[in-house]
Protein backbone atom coordinates (compact mmCIF):
# COMPACT_ATOMS: atom_id res chain seq x y z
CA UNK A 1 0.00 0.00 0.00
CA UNK A 2 1.42 3.49 -0.99
CA UNK A 3 0.99 6.28 1.52
CA UNK A 4 0.99 9.77 1.16
CA UNK A 5 3.46 11.54 3.24
CA UNK A 6 2.15 13.62 6.12
CA UNK A 7 4.87 16.69 5.21
CA UNK A 8 7.47 17.68 2.99
CA UNK A 9 7.72 17.02 -0.82
CA UNK A 10 5.68 13.72 -2.27
CA UNK A 11 6.84 10.44 -1.19
CA UNK A 12 5.74 7.14 -2.89
CA UNK A 13 5.81 5.02 0.28
CA UNK A 14 4.95 1.47 1.23
CA UNK A 15 5.19 -1.02 4.35
CA UNK A 16 5.97 -4.58 3.13
CA UNK A 17 6.47 -7.60 6.02
CA UNK A 18 10.20 -8.07 6.62
CA UNK A 19 12.32 -11.74 5.58
CA UNK A 20 15.17 -13.35 6.97
CA UNK A 21 16.91 -11.32 3.61
CA UNK A 22 16.01 -8.22 5.06
CA UNK A 23 18.65 -8.86 8.15
CA UNK A 24 22.19 -7.56 6.98
CA UNK A 25 20.58 -4.16 5.43
CA UNK A 26 18.81 -3.82 8.31
CA UNK A 27 22.20 -4.18 10.46
CA UNK A 28 24.35 -2.09 8.61
CA UNK A 29 21.54 0.57 8.50
CA UNK A 30 21.16 0.22 11.92
CA UNK A 31 25.00 0.57 12.12
CA UNK A 32 24.96 4.20 9.99
CA UNK A 33 21.95 6.26 11.41
CA UNK A 34 22.79 5.15 15.16
CA UNK A 35 26.64 5.91 15.60
CA UNK A 36 26.42 9.65 15.89
CA UNK A 37 24.60 9.22 19.12
CA UNK A 38 26.34 6.10 20.20
CA UNK A 39 29.56 8.03 19.73
CA UNK A 40 28.45 11.17 21.30
CA UNK A 41 27.32 8.76 24.43
CA UNK A 42 30.28 7.03 23.83
CA UNK A 43 29.06 4.10 23.08
CA UNK A 44 30.04 3.28 20.02
CA UNK A 45 31.31 -0.32 19.23
CA UNK A 46 31.28 -1.25 15.78
CA UNK A 47 30.31 -4.91 16.14
CA UNK A 48 28.06 -4.63 18.89
CA UNK A 49 25.65 -2.16 17.25
CA UNK A 50 25.19 -4.60 14.60
CA UNK A 51 25.53 -7.75 16.81
CA UNK A 52 22.22 -6.67 19.08
CA UNK A 53 20.13 -6.39 15.80
CA UNK A 54 21.24 -9.62 14.83
CA UNK A 55 20.02 -10.68 18.06
CA UNK A 56 16.71 -9.53 18.40
CA UNK A 57 15.72 -9.52 14.68
CA UNK A 58 11.74 -10.46 14.27
CA UNK A 59 11.02 -10.93 10.68
CA UNK A 60 7.38 -11.40 12.51
CA UNK A 61 6.88 -7.97 13.86
CA UNK A 62 9.25 -6.22 11.45
CA UNK A 63 8.18 -3.70 8.13
CA UNK A 64 10.14 -2.86 5.62
CA UNK A 65 10.08 0.75 4.70
CA UNK A 66 10.39 1.42 0.82
CA UNK A 67 10.33 4.18 -0.87
CA UNK A 68 9.70 3.84 -4.60
CA UNK A 69 10.12 0.58 -4.43
CA UNK A 70 13.75 0.27 -2.90
CA UNK A 71 14.62 -0.11 0.37
CA UNK A 72 14.25 3.30 3.17
CA UNK A 73 14.32 1.54 6.60
CA UNK A 74 12.27 -0.26 8.99
CA UNK A 75 9.79 -0.37 11.95
CA UNK A 76 9.33 -3.34 14.25
CA UNK A 77 6.33 -3.28 16.65
CA UNK A 78 6.44 -6.21 19.21
CA UNK A 79 3.40 -7.61 20.71
CA UNK A 80 3.79 -7.66 25.35
CA UNK A 81 1.71 -7.89 27.94
CA UNK A 82 0.64 -4.43 28.51
CA UNK A 83 1.88 -2.84 25.60
CA UNK A 84 3.29 -2.85 22.50
CA UNK A 85 6.99 -2.37 22.08
CA UNK A 86 7.98 -0.16 19.27
CA UNK A 87 11.65 -1.03 18.26
CA UNK A 88 14.17 -0.53 15.49
CA UNK A 89 12.75 2.12 13.67
CA UNK A 90 15.48 3.70 11.36
CA UNK A 91 15.35 5.65 7.89
CA UNK A 92 18.36 5.83 5.55
CA UNK A 93 19.37 9.30 6.30
CA UNK A 94 18.97 10.60 2.96
CA UNK A 95 14.85 10.21 3.50
CA UNK A 96 15.16 12.16 7.16
CA UNK A 97 13.89 14.83 7.64
CA UNK A 98 11.32 14.83 4.71
CA UNK A 99 7.83 13.82 6.65
CA UNK A 100 8.54 10.33 5.90
CA UNK A 101 8.89 9.30 9.51
CA UNK A 102 6.37 11.11 10.53
CA UNK A 103 4.08 9.15 8.06
CA UNK A 104 4.78 5.66 9.00
CA UNK A 105 4.60 6.34 12.29
CA UNK A 106 1.26 7.97 12.23
CA UNK A 107 0.34 4.84 10.18
CA UNK A 108 1.63 2.62 12.89
CA UNK A 109 0.00 4.94 15.53
CA UNK A 110 -3.35 4.41 13.97
CA UNK A 111 -3.29 1.17 14.30
CA UNK A 112 -2.21 0.45 17.85
CA UNK A 113 -5.19 3.25 18.70
CA UNK A 114 -7.52 0.98 16.77
CA UNK A 115 -6.82 -1.45 18.86
CA UNK A 116 -6.67 0.39 21.72
CA UNK A 117 -2.93 -0.16 22.48
CA UNK A 118 -1.13 1.71 24.79
CA UNK A 119 2.79 1.83 23.03
CA UNK A 120 6.51 2.04 24.70
CA UNK A 121 10.04 2.37 23.60
CA UNK A 122 12.97 3.86 24.19
CA UNK A 123 15.20 6.28 22.67
CA UNK A 124 18.96 7.77 23.11
CA UNK A 125 19.48 10.40 25.23
CA UNK A 126 19.61 13.43 23.13
CA UNK A 127 18.56 11.60 20.00
CA UNK A 128 16.58 14.02 17.92
CA UNK A 129 14.07 11.31 17.29
CA UNK A 130 12.53 11.87 20.89
CA UNK A 131 11.39 15.03 19.25
CA UNK A 132 9.35 13.01 16.39
CA UNK A 133 7.81 10.35 19.23
CA UNK A 134 6.96 13.98 21.57
CA UNK A 135 4.78 15.05 18.99
CA UNK A 136 2.96 11.99 18.00
CA UNK A 137 2.10 11.80 21.42
CA UNK A 138 4.89 10.19 23.33
CA UNK A 139 5.47 11.14 27.35
CA UNK A 140 8.50 9.80 29.30
CA UNK A 141 8.04 7.28 31.71
CA UNK A 142 11.14 6.62 33.41
CA UNK A 143 15.03 7.55 31.62
CA UNK A 144 18.74 6.51 32.62
CA UNK A 145 21.78 7.97 31.44
CA UNK A 146 21.96 6.71 28.17
CA UNK A 147 18.07 5.47 27.48
CA UNK A 148 14.91 7.74 27.84
CA UNK A 149 11.47 5.60 27.83
CA UNK A 150 8.41 6.35 26.45
CA UNK A 151 4.67 6.04 26.62
CA UNK A 152 2.33 6.55 24.50
CA UNK A 153 -1.60 5.35 25.57
CA UNK A 154 -3.69 5.41 22.65
CA UNK A 155 -5.83 8.58 21.52
Do not use: C
Amino acid sequence: MTHPPATGPALNWALRPATAADLEPLVELRAVVMRPDLERLGRYDAHRVRQRLRDSFSPAHTQIIEVDTGFAGSITVRPATAARWLEHFYLNPRHQGRGLGTAVLGTVLATADADQATVRLNVLQGSPARNLYERHGFVVDSEDPVDVFMIRKFL
